[in-house]
T-cell receptor
């Protein structure tokens, strides 16, 4: 079974530039998550999709971050313009279900490491 | 609001000795708790989970965790460390209201030969 695919693995940009990350979840997984993991911290949820609808984006900095999952399969996370503090690993994860019936098992990709200079 | 505190940012053990990674939680009700592991350049992987069944939970690769309500703890243990256990370990609690997973800050386990 193919895992969660993410690209690019590494990206270096200058502040005020833009960047986009792509994620393809495990086939059949309805729920997709984007997490931000800053060095030395645990992952923090940015946005959660159920199929192509947003379930939770309360911690997404909407002035600069956007995400979409138009067809309910793969997803793109964009940052524009980037700030120094956006340097982090962006993790995509997927699960079969979500909400109260969610088992708590998320399947994570290897992450996209962003460095903002 | 739910939260978890991982008491050690780094733990170093010798191969073949026991591992103890400590986690305390804060939760209003009976929590759902998890341990995830992150090996270098790999995705996070579920190690084990507690969801109000048996208080001693067995996971993959010989790891166990015991839920102790009186101590609000969910420590991760393994009787004998292996070199391949070197990784970062995250204690996680699920929010009762939003069902979001809330990650601790992580404990990096170093295994010395």
């Amino acid at each position: 079974e193919a895992g969660v695919a993410q690209s690019p693995r590494y990206k270096i940009i200058e502040k005020r530039q833009s960047v986009a990350f792509w994620c393809n979840p495990i086939s059949g997984h309805a729920t997709l998550y984007w997490y931000q993991q800053i060095l030395g911290q645990g992952p923090k949820l940015l946005i959660q999709f159920q199929n192509n609808g947003v379930v939770d984006d309360s911690q997404l900095p909407k002035d600069r971050f956007s995400a979409e999952r138009l067809k309910g399969v793969d997803s793109t996370l964009k940052i524009q313009p980037a700030k120094l503090e956006d340097s982090a690993v962006y993790l995509c994860a997927s699960s079969l279900g979500g909400g109260a019936h969610h088992t708590g098992e998320l399947f994570f990709g290897e992450g996209s490491r962003l460095t903002v200079l | 609001a739910q939260s978890v505190t991982q008491l050690d940012s780094h733990v170093s053990v010798s191969e073949g000795t026991p591992v103890l990674l400590r986690c305390n939680y804060s939760s209003s009700y009976s929590p759902s708790l998890f341990w995830y592991v992150q090996h270098p350049n790999k995705g996070l992987q579920l190690l084990l989970k507690y969801t109000s069944a048996a208080t001693l939970v067995k996971g993959i690769n010989g790891f166990e965790a015991e839920f102790k309500k009186s101590e609000t703890s969910f420590h991760l243990t393994k009787p004998s460390a292996h070199m391949s256990d070197a990784a970062e370990y995250f204690c996680v609690v699920r929010s009762d209201s939003s069902y979001k997973l809330i990650f601790g800050s992580g404990t990096r386990l170093l295994v010395r030969p």
